[in-house]
């Protein structure tokens, strides 16, 4: 059974930075694309930030120049960095692993922003 475990949110002032992470265990064959996405108050979920396994990266407008994806193939753990974190970057992030059809989530870490 696949199971991805996601640490790193927290409490944080504006204009401060975070690293999540998302570490992938069980028996997975292969990974097409690994992300984050975020959950907002108003229950809106987007993508965050994708990275492919060719290394390809796409970002979310809003934190284009402040978040970076990486990923480390030997660990199978994505991360993400956020840095100069804003007020409306306060949301619940998920991990997002595609292999094959299958689709499979983290259960989610807060992120807070203070002002």
């Known amino acids: 059974q696949v199971q991805l475990v996601e640490s790193g949110g927290g409490l944080v002032q504006a204009g401060g930075s975070l690293r999540l992470s998302c570490a992938v265990s069980g028996s997975i064959f292969s990974i097409n694309a690994m992300g984050w996405y975020r959950q907002t108050p108003e229950n809106h979920r987007e993508l965050v930030a994708g990275i492919t396994s060719g290394g390809r990266t796409n970002y979310a407008d809003s934190v284009k120049g402040r978040f970076t994806i990486s990923r480390d193939n030997a660990k199978i753990t994505v991360y993400l960095q956020m840095n100069s974190l804003k007020p409306e970057d306060t949301a619940v992030y998920y991990c997002?692993?595609?292999?094959?059809?299958?689709?499979?989530w983290g259960q989610g870490t807060q992120v807070t922003v203070s002002s």
């Open positions: 997002n692993i595609i292999s094959g059809v299958m689709n499979y």
